[in-house]
């Protein structure tokens, strides 16, 4: 007997919810070949950004220049910082050269201070809140930063 009653009245007691937002990344690539994929890592944290363990992923393939976009609907609100590059070989890696510097088109959610070192947290990261969001990144290669 109360059971029905809980299964009635249970669903007028509000429930605790973590706040989410729809998060919608536009991706400027300007120099894209016929074939190709956009890698894309969205990472929560300081230290997984450290530890390269994304919080979420995607990838989309790319069948030239233009913008791509690209739908993450339900993120938690908090900090993240967003990192993306385009796969020009599909071979699941950002390429670099013999001196360490990247050689395919990448980008962050904020531009870093330097392309002369790696970008620290606090420079690419950025606090994501509303309830819809549209961030653009443009993605270049590193020798037109």
Same mark, same amino acid.
């Given at each position: ?46 230290? *997984? ?40 070989? *599909? ?30 947290? *606090? ?6 809140? *509303? ?15």
């Amino acid at each position: 007997m109360l059971l029905p009653f809980l299964l009635f009245f249970g669903s007028f007691f509000p429930t605790a919810e973590v706040p989410a937002t729809g998060l919608q990344l536009i991706f400027e690539l300007e120099e894209a070949s016929e074939r190709g994929t956009l890698r894309v890592a969205i990472f929560a944290s300081e230290a *997984d950004f450290k530890e390269d363990q994304a919080t979420y992923s995607n990838n989309q393939s790319v069948n030239g220049p233009g913008d791509i976009r690209m739908s993450f609907p339900n993120i938690s609100s908090g900090t993240y910082a967003v990192a993306a590059f385009y796969d020009r070989n *599909d071979n699941q890696k950002l390429d670099r050269n013999l001196f360490g510097v990247p050689t395919e088109a990448y980008g962050f959610i904020n531009e870093p201070a330097s392309k002369w070192r790696a970008p620290r947290w *606090d420079e690419i990261s950025t606090k994501i809140e *509303d309830e819809e969001l549209e961030l653009r990144i443009v993605l270049k290669k590193w020798s037109a930063r």
